[in-house]
């Protein structure tokens, strides 16, 4: 039997994981461990662990790491704190290999704490293109990993091209939509409970918006302001999730509370989290969604729904026909949110898989044997 520790950082991270540590829990030849960390752990974020839990899966560490203050030298102090975190736990637990997913500094974190340990790891959604440091973490992540599953072809070709073992590269799609293509349409107005504001009528039109701060820019107030005033001006009922905990968090908080504050913001939602499910059928029932979440561009494909992608935190990543982008401009934003509830929703798309990535993802994990020694395999131009 294979003991695998799967790290969960965030609600997003567990969103697409969820799919995975199913398929891992129910093989018998898989002893499956659960590390919850970041946002996971936090009561502002939702406290996501509980959703895990009352999932049915046993979260048998939780490592709390993330340092207050939302900027630049908290985060780089969190990955320190993680890795010592991690350690000891790693030392407790000793996996046969650690589970990651995505870009997360957290993950960055568990990722040098078990290279370091000669633990084999495991990296979903790596050799993808996007911007701020997400881009970088998420390729640091890929050197410390012996192993590759990737969510397009072209995400497996950049993994081969910056030297990873081909054999060690397997393009198995994306594992959110292993059950978004499942999902009933069933969407109720109580499934958006627990929020501020006028409730959302679901059997009407509404808005989805996440908008994360881009650690490399310096006027997040600013960009969340152009939104809001975009969206006012729409006034459709609007599902608004806070941002994340990166660097600029809290001025985009207060962006949206001065705004509440001083305007008639009836047609505003705001809430801390959605169950994996619950989220996904918010976004293929919205109009549109709008922000610079990575979901909106990979999670939409499978269902097609419209999507207006403002600024470059997403610069690069692959995206369907159901996107178009906007600049930080309030009536630039206003006018491709209006064009996209005019269209109506897309034809979805197989780009980032056929819904069939979780039971790859378990088959190959569970007799797959890690090189710890890496080496990389150098490729021609």
């Not at 790491?65 to 890795?83: A, C, D, R, V, Y």
């Not at 969407?187 to 409970?193: G, N, R």
């Not at 999507?307 to 026909?321: A, I, K, P, S």
Request: a negative charge.
């Amino acid at each position: 039997m294979r003991k695998i520790l799967a790290i969960l950082v965030d609600r997003a991270n567990y969103g697409r994981m969820k799919p995975v540590l199913s398929n891992l829990q129910a093989d018998s030849d898989v002893e499956l461990e659960v590390l919850c960390t970041g946002t996971m752990l936090l009561p502002r974020f939702g406290q996501v662990v509980n959703i895990v839990e009352s999932d049915g899966f046993n979260v048998s560490s939780k490592v709390f790491m993330e340092i207050e203050g939302s900027n630049p030298t908290t985060m780089s102090k969190s990955i320190g704190l993680g890795i010592v975190q991690f350690s000891t736990e790693f030392d407790r637990i000793s996996p046969d290999f650690i589970l990651l997913i995505g870009d997360r500094y957290e993950a960055l974190a568990a990722s040098i704490s078990a290279a370091y340990m000669n633990l084999p790891i495991a990296h979903i959604q790596g050799g993808e293109v996007s911007g701020s440091i997400d881009e970088s973490c998420r390729h640091a992540i890929s050197k410390f990993s012996h192993l590759h599953f990737p969510s397009t072809k072209r995400a497996a070709d950049y993994l081969i091209r910056m030297g990873e073992i081909e054999e060690s590269v397997f393009n198995v799609g994306c594992p959110a939509g292993d059950y978004i293509l499942s999902l009933p349409d069933d969407l109720t107005s109580e499934d958006l409970h627990g929020g501020v504001g006028k409730p959302i009528d679901v059997t009407k039109p509404f808005l989805l918006v996440i908008f994360h701060p881009v650690t490399t820019h310096l006027d997040t107030r600013h960009e969340v302001e152009e939104i809001l005033e975009a969206l006012n001006k729409i006034g459709m009922q609007t599902v608004w999730l806070w941002p994340n905990v990166d660097s600029g968090a809290d001025r985009i908080s207060s962006a949206i509370r001065a705004f509440r504050e001083n305007n008639d913001a009836s047609w505003l939602y705001l809430i801390k989290n959605f169950p994996p499910e619950i989220f996904q059928k918010v976004l293929k029932k919205a109009a549109c969604a709008v922000g610079n979440s990575s979901s909106f561009i990979r999670d939409s494909t499978f269902s097609g729904v419209p999507v207006v992608l403002v600024g470059d935190r997403q610069v690069g990543r692959e995206r369907g026909t159901n996107l178009v982008e906007a600049e930080f401009n309030s009536e630039n934003i206003y006018e491709k949110v209006k064009q996209q509830i005019n269209h109506g929703p897309y034809q979805g798309c197989q780009i980032y898989g056929d819904g069939k990535a979780s039971q790859r993802i378990t088959k190959i994990i569970k007799e797959f044997e890690a090189n710890i020694q890496k080496t990389i395999s150098y490729v021609d131009k």
